[in-house]
């Protein structure tokens, strides 16, 4: 069964807290959009902001539950669509006091698996291209989605973020591994070569991903820009 692209949503989106640093509004043709993992939050890309705004507008979200963000308390304003539409809010401010710049989306561990989510779901708005580090492509496999959303759920009280908010994580559906031929807009792939648990994820993407080009980092792990 095919899944429709959705357009602007009718979802009420939570307007997200974001730190922007970098030329004004306007003046850069590139925007660089940040989105951080679970249990973490914008400011975990300050060193590789560092590095690039003096000639690059950032714009680093800080994700629903997250950081200076809204936390609500329903799992549902958790799921996949509305945190697209959190995020498509976003992307719209930007589009608005920068008409015409191109937008790069930088996105970490589940920040990442949202980016290609929001490309493979949208019929418009979408990024130019996609930064993915440390990322996934979700399950295929129910038993494999279950055990990891069990596991998601069991650390949650370990987590910073409420437990509620740790259900961002969760996969409910493998709409991105089934639709990753379909991707049309380049693709960075970075992976420490340390991080197991994400290697092979990174080894099904580079051959299903049309226009993929990877990046191993030595000596990282997960969190490859710490």
Do not use: Q
């Not at 989106?13 to 509004?25: F, I, R």
């Amino acid at each position: 069964m095919g899944h429709e692209l959705h357009p602007r949503g009718p979802l009420m989106p939570h307007k997200l807290h974001t730190t922007v640093s970098g030329p004004p509004a306007g003046e850069s043709n590139t925007v660089v959009v940040w989105i951080h993992g679970v249990d973490s939050d914008a400011s975990v890309w300050d060193p590789a902001i560092e590095l690039i705004s003096a000639s690059h507008r950032c714009v680093a979200v800080d994700l629903l539950g997250h950081g200076a963000s809204p936390v609500p308390t329903d799992e549902g304003d958790y799921r996949r669509e509305p945190v697209l539409a959190d995020i498509d809010a976003v992307l719209d401010g930007i589009r608005a006091e920068s008409p015409g710049a191109h937008i790069v989306w930088v996105g970490h561990s589940l920040g990442g698996y949202l980016g290609l989510a929001h490309a493979l779901t949208r019929a418009e708005g979408t990024a130019h291209a996609l930064v993915l580090v440390s990322t996934g492509p979700g399950f295929r496999d129910p038993d494999a989605m279950n055990s990891w959303n069990d596991r998601v759920r069991a650390n949650a009280p370990e987590y910073t973020v409420s437990e509620a908010a740790a259900t961002i994580a969760f996969h409910h559906d493998s709409l991105v591994m089934e639709r990753l031929a379909d991707l049309t807009v380049p693709v960075a792939l970075v992976i420490g070569d340390g991080d197991r648990a994400f290697l092979g994820a990174n080894d099904y993407l580079e051959r299903k991903l049309p226009h993929a080009h990877r990046i191993t980092v030595e000596d990282a792990r997960h969190f490859v820009m710490r």
